[in-house]
Structure formats: structure tokens, C-alpha cells
């Protein structure tokens, strides 16, 4: 039997450690609780005697160990140290402040996954980049840089508005695949090792605006959620009024008595005489007082309060900092004080008429389902001559797609993903073959989530290149979190359909096709190696695709290890209805035994497709357009497909496409494969140490659980880390034996290795010595 306190203790340890020699300063916690002094800073920071008086209250409190340790660390040998006993059964933290990161630690206990999950969404969705940790109990940290250290542990109203902490300087928070006694877990390896490769390409992005001003925003502050689009509405008619002197606006030659309203309230008198430190909290109380007593005063007439009231602070045409502002706080006072006087009736801002259309509508599909269950009851017998009717496929695209289907579109990373996207919605927005295959024009809803700075040069570009008739492929920024917001997400994709379909009414044509680019935004915050966790998102999809009659392509990563298809759970390739995936030309030799035209080249295979034959390879370049030229005159291009010639065919012509991918040793070179021979050996010996190392004799024979074998050979933690859990076991075997042989004879340990795996038992690794 595994011992998996064992298990728990080296995968903590071998986190620890992988976190220090990444730059990231570690120490060990009994759950959030730190188990070293001044762990909220550096270890090689810290002043002599700041040390000392950290060890003597260490040893005052009952801390008997030979060295006490102080501070985090980066320095792997003093982690080994770190964790030895009593610290065996720590879990790693990190240290915020040194590390320079901020977290906002969402707690379900405050409802704030749900509610923050809200605000990213009226943003366009969580910034790019952001690290997203499911915590033990269900919760999220979201993982920011803090490059000046700048924040604290403060939330200020992001706490009461949102159920959301802070952890900046001073703050700490689990590392990602960290353990806990009890079993849970916060995230896992795959969550740990994006975490780490953030960290360490700079890639994590810094809090955005709108929290940090609730962060700095006093608690008094706090109003009703306001919509982004009435707030930007507001903003735009500040900039755009000509704003008075408020001494014009008041009595007597203008409306408002001024004088009346400080006579009679004092409280108010006392807050424009002598206002306080704090100008947001200022601006915020001013504002009710006035707008309590002209509640039809518009926005840009408060705007020339704030700046007759020296409490307001200071206006800035840029970004505020303390004791500054904007003609977004502004707009924000004013739309939090609507109504105070009298209940709204929605005309400050027009109809309101989103939420009550959006459940008009679901009011309206739920009624269709429900007479579609009517219709067609469960349990319906039918013979065979009532099943066996032809009716045409309505085919989007000959032989691959159909409205209410969904897809996946997958590749590794620059393999051209959305340069491929692009093009087949292109040809669909145009009604124009694509790869010699028959299409149905509509138009094509795109949405954005990843590289938006050069989606213009690619639109440009393929403009440019094909000379597009029609004005029908729509690109929406961001992609909707089914995540963090589901419900929300639903409501945004709908909402985007339908103000598509009104924009192409007058080419006579409707959305047919959607793009989700990419699907790990539409799924941040959940984890993709879950089918748990993706099925009810992967569910969701398909519903609105039959709902809105429209085909939804996910465009998706491949795993590092290619050969094992798209990134994450096995249930995204199971469930979609159809799969394409781009291979370059040495990927098409080596996996599918395909030939393209060029070693340049790449090619769209289909290892899925539920409803058609999976043969199929529509083979392309990437060819460069000139866009123009940038201020010193060098040009400025961008990429577009290209199609290469092949005739279309049925069957073979193109090769089979099993939804399995061979197994098989590699159909390529004899020196290739021998070289692919001696790194499985080289490989196998290693396990085959690591075995011997922890396994317990049975016989002549050494069994070792195979999980506590990963944990010692760090190319199995790579295979694994890369294949993620689903994926695993047969990533594994490729790795290793070459395919799915259990078994390989290594010459160098003078016996066999065999992979055995048992019912409702871990898998063992078995050394068998030659007799």
C-alpha cells in the first residue's frame, strides 16, 4: 500500500523547491498559517538583528529546532531544510511582498467568486495573463504584479462590495498544487507550472484600474453596481459639455441656491468648510447632498461643483492618483446618487430594457424546449423504417459543419491558429469555397480574447489579400467567462448574436458561425484538466448553439506533448462534434504519415468528426502582406492562409485519421528511431533507480507505487506536468516503451521494466532482474 501522507509530504517539498528556483520566495505554512518569523520578507534582507530578535521569539514561543529560520527564501538548499521535521506536513506559501505580487482572494463565504466574477465580465473578462487559483475551499485567488509594492492587505470596498480580500506586502497565499492533510488541494501541478512560467516571463499583469480605485475607495463610498456602458455614457457627455463656473449656476442668476442649502443643513456647511483628508470619501458624501436636493442637477453641472469644492481634490486629465480625480469619478458620483429623492423611472438613462428582454427571451426558449420534450417524449419506441429517413445535413461547410454543431480548432502556440480562424470565417462571410470544399455564406461573430493589438493588421492583411465583397464577418472584444459568470456569459453571447444579426439585416444574411478565441478564456478560473468542471461549460455551448442556430468553434491550445491532441480534458475532444487540428509538415510525417508539398508548409487534419468521414487534410502557407510603413520607413506586415492546391478526395487518397492517434513506434528514419530508442532507455534506467530506490522486494522482484516514482524522476513530473492527469498513463507508455508495450528489457540494469495497472489500486512500476 501507497503511503500517501508520504506522497503528500515530497509533492509539497518538490513544489517548495521548484517555486525557490524559479526567483519565487517560498516558506512553509500549516495551512495559511506561516511557520517561520518575518515571512512577509526576504530572507537575505532581513538586518542582523531584526534576525536575532525573530529567533529569540521563536524560541520564547516553544520552536526547538537546531536552526530556526527566518524569512522567505529563493535558495532550494535552505527549503530541503525548511521542510524537515517538524515542518514535514507544511504546505509552500509565497511571501507578496517579495515576490511582488498582489492577490485578490475571493471567498465563497462572501459570495466572491460570483461577484467579482460579475465585475471582470462589465470589464471585458479577467486581464490576460492573470493567474487563477481554485482554492480548497472552492474559492479563487487571482494573482496580480505588484511591481512597486504598492498594496497592502487592504481591500477597502472591494471587501464589502464584491466578498473579496487583499493580499498584497504583508499578505501570503498557498501555492498552487499544494496538499493539505485533509486532502484538499489548492489548484494543481498544471496550475502551479502556468503560475511559475507567468512569474518568471513577466507575463503576469498588474491590477487593473477599477480595482484599484475600489480598493483605495473608502467603505462609505460603496453604492449599486453601475453598468460600464451608462458609465461610459455619462463620461462621454462630461468631456463633451462646456463646463460653467458653479457661481453661475447658482442663486441669483442661476438655479441652484446655494446659500439655502448650507444654511439649512449644516452637516453639509461643515463638510465644504472644512472638508477631510479623504477627498474620494469627500466627493462621494458632497455629492449625495447635493443631489439630494437637486435630483435632476445632470452630470456636467456636478462636474463644476467638484470643481468649485476644494474637498473634491484635484482634476486631472490623466490617471488620478491619491487626491486626484477624473471625469470618471465624477460620472460614477453622479449615477450612484440617481433616485435619492424619488424612485427612477429609467429615463435619466432611457429605457432600461436588457435584463427584462434577456428574461422575456429565456421565458421564451424555455417554453420551445419544453414543447419540443411534449413532442417527443422519453421512452418513444420507434422501429427501424421510422428512423432510417434521409434528410439533407444542411451542411455550413461540405462535410465538416453544421448549424448547432460544435467544434474545436486546436494547435500549439505561432502555429497559426487565428490566422486559420480568420480565414475560414472570411470565406463563410463571403460565401467563397473553402480548401475545394462547398460553404453556405452567413456571417461570422468573432470574438476576441487574445491579441488584440494585431487583430487589425490581420483583418487588414486579409483584406488586402482577398478583396472581400461583403462586410459580414463581426468581431466582438473579449470572450465571455463561462467560469466565473455562466449565466452572464449566456446573456453577453445572445446579446452579441442578436446585435450582429441587426447589423447584417441589410445584407440579407445572419450569424452562422462563432468564434471563442480562445477557449481558455471562455474557461478561466476553471480547470481545463476537470471534466467536472468542463462539461457543464462544454453543455452550455451546445445548448446555445442550438438555441441561437448557430455553429460554435473553439479555437484551443494543444498540449505540449502534441501528439496527445488539445490542451486539458479528455471530455473537450469527446464532446465536440468535430476537431481540426494544424500540423506543420514535420507534426503530418511523424504523427499521420502525411507528405505536404513543402517542409514550410502546414496542414488542417480532422482526428474527429462525428457525422462525416474523418479524411480529410487541407494543406496551406502563411504568406506575408505588406501593410504599409512605419515612421522610419521599414514595412509593417501581417500574415494571411493561403491555400495550396490539392485535389479534394474521399478515403485514403488523404490517409485515415484514427480519433486514437498511433502508437506505434514513429514511421520515420532508422536513425531517427534509434535515437528515439536510446533516450526511452536512457529514460527507463532512471525509473528503473528510482524503483529499486523506494520499492519493496516481492520475491526477486522490486514493486514501486507509480505515483511515488513520479515524485523522484523529474522527466515523469514533465510528462506529467505536460500531459496533465486524463492524459497521463498513455503519454506516459509513448514516453517510455515507445507505445503501448507495458514492458521494455534494459540492457544497462540487467532486467525488464513493466508498467502494471490494477482495478481501484494505484499503477506500480515492477523491476524484473534477468535470471
Known amino acids: 500500500m501507497v503511503n500517501q501522507d508520504d506522497a503528500r509530504r515530497v509533492q509539497n517539498k518538490h513544489n517548495a523547491m521548484l517555486l525557490a528556483r524559479n526567483g519565487i520566495p517560498v516558506f512553509p505554512s500549516s495551512g495559511k498559517v506561516p511557520l517561520v518569523k518575518l515571512y512577509n520578507r526576504r530572507d537575505t534582507e532581513i538586518k542582523p538583528e531584526d534576525r536575532e530578535a525573530a529567533i529569540e521569539q521563536a524560541r520564547e514561543e516553544g520552536n526547538k529546532q537546531l536552526t530556526v529560520f527566518v524569512g522567505a527564501t529563493t535558495d532550494p538548499d535552505i527549503v530541503k531544510r525548511m521542510w ?107 496550475a502551479l507550472k502556468a503560475f511559475i512560467e507567468a512569474y518568471t516571463n513577466g507575463t503576469i499583469p498588474p491590477l487593473p484600474d477599477y480595482i484599484v480605485e475600489l480598493i483605495g475607495t473608502s467603505s462609505a463610498e460603496v453604492g449599486e453596481d453601475i ?50 483628508d479623504d477627498c474620494s470619501d469627500n466627493r462621494f458624501k458632497a455629492a449625495r447632498h447635493v443631489m439630494r436636493e437637486w435630483p435632476q442637477m445632470p452630470p456636467e453641472h456636478l462636474a463644476s461643483f467638484f470643481l468649485a469644492f476644494e474637498g473634491a481634490g484635484e482634476f486631472v486629465d490623466s490617471k488620478p492618483r491619491s487626491g486626484e480625480y477624473d471625469n470618471r469619478q465624477t460620472a460614477r458620483e453622479w449615477l450612484k446618487n440617481q433616485g435619492l429623492s424619488k424612485a427612477s423611472t429609467g429615463e435619466a438613462f432611457g429605457a432600461v430594457v436588457d435584463d427584462d428582454e434577456d428574461s422575456e427571451y429565456e421565458r421564451e426558449v424555455a ?20 428512423v432510417a429517413i434521409y434528410a439533407d445535413p444542411n451542411w455550413m461547410v461540405e462535410n465538416i459543419c453544421t448549424r448547432g454543431m460544435v467544434g474545436m480548432l486546436h494547435a ?177 510525417k511523424k504523427k499521420h504519415g502525411l ?45 494571411v492562409v493561403v491555400e495550396v492546391e490539392d485535389k479534394p478526395s474521399e478515403g485514403s487518397a488523404f490517409g485515415v485519421v484514427d480519433e486514437e492517434a498511433p502508437t506505434t513506434k514513429d514511421e520515420l528514419t532508422p536513425e531517427v528511431n534509434r535515437s528515439d530508442d536510446n533516450s526511452r532507455l536512457k529514460l527507463c534506467a532512471k525509473i528503473i533507480k528510482a524503483v529499486q530506490k523506494i520499492g519493496k522486494l516481492v520475491g526477486k522482484e522490486v514493486h514501486a507505487d507509480a505515483e511515488m516514482v513520479r515524485l523522484e524522476v523529474k522527466a515523469m513530473q514533465d510528462i506529467y506536468d505536460e500531459a496533465g492527469p486524463d492524459n497521463y498513463a498513455r503519454a506516459f507508455k509513448r514516453r517510455v516503451f515507445g507505445g503501448d508495450e507495458v514492458k521494455r528489457f534494459v540492457p544497462e540494469a540487467n532486467g525488464s521494466l513493466h508498467y502494471v495497472t490494477q482495478r481501484g489500486k494505484p499503477s506500480m512500476l515492477v523491476f524484473k532482474p534477468r535470471s
Request: charged letters at 30%.
Open 412 to 588: 500549439p502556440s505561432n502555429a497559426g491558429k487565428t490566422f486559420s480562424a480568420f480565414h475560414m470565417g472570411g470565406k463563410l462571410s463571403e460565401g467563397w469555397e473553402w480548401f475545394g470544399r462547398n460553404v453556405e455564406q452567413c456571417g461570422v461573430l468573432y470574438c476576441v480574447g487574445e491579441g488584440h493589438g494585431g487583430i487589425n493588421r490581420r483583418a487588414l492583411a486579409w483584406s488586402n489579400r482577398y478583396k472581400p465583397k461583403h462586410d459580414a464577418l463581426i468581431f466582438r472584444d473579449g470572450v465571455p467567462n463561462f467560469a466565473l459568470d455562466p449565466k452572464g456569459a449566456r446573456r453577453a453571447l445572445r446579446k452579441a448574436v442578436k446585435e450582429a444579426n441587426a447589423m447584417l439585416e441589410g445584407e440579407g444574411l445572419s450569424v452562422g458561425l462563432l468564434f471563442l478565441d480562445t477557449f481558455a478564456k471562455a474557461v478561466a478560473g476553471a480547470e481545463e484538466s476537470s471534466a467536472r468542471e468542463m462539461q457543464p461549460i462544454l453543455d452550455m455551448l451546445r445548448e446555445l448553439a442550438v438555441e441561437l442556430d448557430i455553429c460554435i468553434i473553439i479555437v484551443h491550445h494543444s498540449g505540449k506533448d502534441t501528439s496527445l491532441g488539445a490542451r486539458g480534458s479528455s471530455a473537450i475532444f469527446a464532446d465536440v462534434d468535430f476537431n481540426l487540428e494544424i500540423v506543420n509538415a514535420d507534426q503530418a
Open 84 to 190: 524537515r521535521h517538524p515542518n514535514q506536513d507544511a504546505v509552500p506559501s509565497v511571501a507578496c511582498g517579495p515576490a511582488r505580487l498582489v492577490v485578490i482572494d475571493a471567498d465563497t463565504k462572501f459570495n466572491g467568486p460570483e461577484l467579482i466574477g460579475k465585475l471582470f465580465d462589465e470589464h471585458g473578462g479577467v486581464p490576460e495573463g492573470t493567474q487563477i487559483i481554485t482554492t480548497q475551499s472552492g474559492g479563487r485567488h487571482y494573482i496580480f504584479s505588484d511591481p512597486d509594492n504598492a498594496f497592502t492587505n487592504s481591500a477597502g470596498a472591494l471587501k464589502k462590495q464584491y466578498g473579496c480580500d487583499v493580499r498584497g506586502r504583508g499578505g501570503q497565499f498557498v501555492a498552487p498544487g499544494s496538499l493539505r492533510e485533509d486532502g484538499k488541494r489548492y489548484g494543481d501541478q498544471a
Open 227 to 276: 453598468p460600464i456602458s451608462k458609465e461610459r455614457e455619462i463620461i462621454k457627455q462630461i468631456d463633451e459639455a462646456d463646463i460653467p463656473e458653479w457661481e453661475e449656476l447658482c442663486a441669483p442668476l442661476g438655479e441652484y441656491d446655494f446659500d439655502k442649502l448650507q444654511a439649512e443643513n449644516s452637516e453639509f456647511k461643515s463638510l465644504y468648510n472644512e472638508p477631510g
Open 367 to 386: 417554453a420551445e424546449k419544453e414543447a419540443e420534450k411534449a413532442a417527443k417524449p422519453k421512452g418513444t419506441l420507434r422501429r427501424m423504417s421510422g
Open 595 to 639: 507528405s505536404l508539398k513543402h517542409k514550410s508548409h502546414s496542414a488542417i487534419i480532422m482526428p474527429k468528426m462525428r457525422d462525416s468521414g474523418k479524411s480529410g487534410r487541407f494543406e496551406f502557407k502563411l504568406e506575408e502582406v505588406e501593410l504599409g510603413k512605419n515612421k522610419w520607413g521599414n514595412p509593417v506586415t501581417s500574415m
